[in-house]
T-cell receptor, first 115, second 116 residues
């Protein structure tokens, strides 16, 4: 079974600064998908970014980018130019290919953004 | 497109009672998922439907849990004889599977269940 580990329960960043959230995972599969989801106080999970394991290029979405290290099974999220609206819980998630979206989530990192 | 809607937003019940939650997916989305999220944890997969067919159930889904999607549109999740361990947030998500593997989930805001 796959596992996802987020070792940072809480992180804090100043507005306009950059922060990196860590995620490691364990799998015996060679092809899979990785995700970062944001969960604000409204509770709705929102997809931030997605990475296919077969792609060597790191995914980017505006201010959000990932550092995908397949051999190390590491998938960190970098948020640049942090904004107050980025404050939320962030969850790393894993999904096998060829299956439905049965995501395996980590325990989350709470991100605080300060002025 | 009004997003995924879940009702009720909060439910408080006494142990032993039955509860039912409803999820209205985004119109024309053919897949619908249920996840459960306990305090301090990430969501855990429970079950999913493709149209009206329930294609997979997690081992987390005991026989006290039943989910339906009768016409391939809204879905209900019922918990019979609730236990305190059922206290959690129940999240629904939907997606439109159109042949590619680029499936994107859209989540609702969940139903928070408290069993006293």
């Amino acid at each position: 079974a796959q596992t996802v580990t987020q070792s940072q329960p809480e992180m804090s960043v100043q507005e306009a600064e950059t922060v990196t959230l860590s995620c490691t995972y364990d799998t015996s599969e060679s092809d899979y998908y990785l995700f970062w989801y944001k969960q604000p106080p409204s509770r709705q999970m929102i997809l931030v970014i997605r990475q296919e394991a077969y792609k060597q290029q790191n995914a980017t979405e505006n201010r959000f980018s990932v550092n995908f290290q397949k051999a190390a099974k590491s998938f960190s999220l970098k948020i640049s130019d942090s904004q107050l609206g980025d404050a939320a819980m962030y969850f790393c998630a894993y999904r096998s290919t060829g299956t439905a979206s049965k995501l395996t989530f980590g325990t989350g990192t709470r991100l605080q953004v300060t002025l | 497109d009004t997003g995924v809607s879940q009702n009720p937003r909060h439910k408080i019940t006494k142990r032993g009672q039955n509860v039912t939650f409803r999820c209205d997916p985004i119109s024309e989305h053919n897949r619908l998922y249920w996840y459960r999220q306990t305090l301090g944890q990430g969501p855990e997969f429970l079950t999913y439907f493709q149209n009206e067919a329930q294609l997979e159930k997690s081992r987390l889904l005991s026989d006290r849990f039943s989910a339906e999607r009768p016409k391939g549109s809204f879905s209900t999740l019922e918990i019979q004889r609730t236990e305190q361990g059922d206290s959690a947030m129940y999240l629904c998500a939907s997606s439109l599977l159109s042949g590619s593997t680029n499936e994107k989930l859209f989540f609702g805001s969940g139903t928070q269940l408290s069993v006293l």
